[in-house]
């Protein structure tokens, strides 16, 4: 099965994600979306807003799409728990069914997508919302229990800024709007790349004064990620 969105890199910079728009989800009977919670969204004011925003237009999108297809919600929105009904797998079934699964943005949560993501099987479809963080956290998962990348379409909220890996200390800092940024673990100030790690999820940050240590440039608004 491959996925309609295709997701690709950046022309000039290999590892940068683009998320183009969909118009059609992959032809699959089983549809498994994961949508991180709006509750677990960072960020207050405006900035906020804007993402819950984005995130409710993703969902919107999702579910014109799978009324369009025919497909039927099996069991309402599962709040980062096992299901409490199975999608029928018989080979006699070819209704096409989707499931909603709401889950915040820890690793625990994460995990409890193992069985739901296990139970679309190989020939299912994962459609994933949320921070880019968070969309490569579940892909990452899924491939572990056998999905392709191309069996999952991933719609991330562009308003939420970056996650970047420290390449001294190995810390993750979370939701980086401005670069350079001080690194939550050693403190240093990097500079955001462009660098994307799909396994991380996360933007590298190098120490910006590295070659003239105290000569820290004015900061700079980071591009959130390139979502169309």
């Known amino acids: 099965m491959k996925s309609p969105q295709s997701s690709s890199v950046t022309a000039g910079i290999r590892s940068r994600q683009h998320y183009p728009r969909i118009e059609a989800l992959p032809d699959a009977q089983r549809y498994l979306v994961a949508c991180q919670s709006p509750e677990s969204l960072p960020g207050t004011g405006e900035a906020a807003g804007n993402a819950r925003q984005q995130l409710q237009m993703h969902c919107q999108l999702i579910s014109t799409l799978l009324d369009q297809l025919g497909s039927h919600e099996v069991g309402g929105a599962v709040q980062s728990a096992p299901a409490t009904e199975a999608l029928p797998t018989g080979p006699a079934d070819n209704a096409r069914l989707h499931r909603w699964y709401d889950v915040d943005d820890r690793p625990k949560a994460c995990d409890a997508l193992v069985g739901a993501i296990s139970e679309i099987g190989v020939a299912g479809c994962l459609v994933i919302i949320g921070s ?19 069996d999952m379409v991933m719609l991330p909220v562009a308003a939420l800024g970056r996650h970047v890996f420290c390449v001294h200390c190995q810390q993750v800092s979370e939701h980086v709007i ?4 001080a690194c939550d673990g050693c403190g240093l100030m990097l500079e955001v790349r462009d660098h994307f790690s799909k396994r991380l999820g996360a933007y590298m940050g190098v120490r910006i004064d590295a070659e003239a240590p105290g000569e820290i440039p004015p900061q700079e608004e980071v591009a959130p990620c390139l979502a169309s």
Do not use: I, R, Y
């Open 132 to 150: 880019e963080h968070f969309v490569w956290q579940v892909a990452n998962l899924a491939q572990q229990q056998g999905l392709l990348l191309d």
């Open 178 to 181: 401005h670069s350079p940024a």
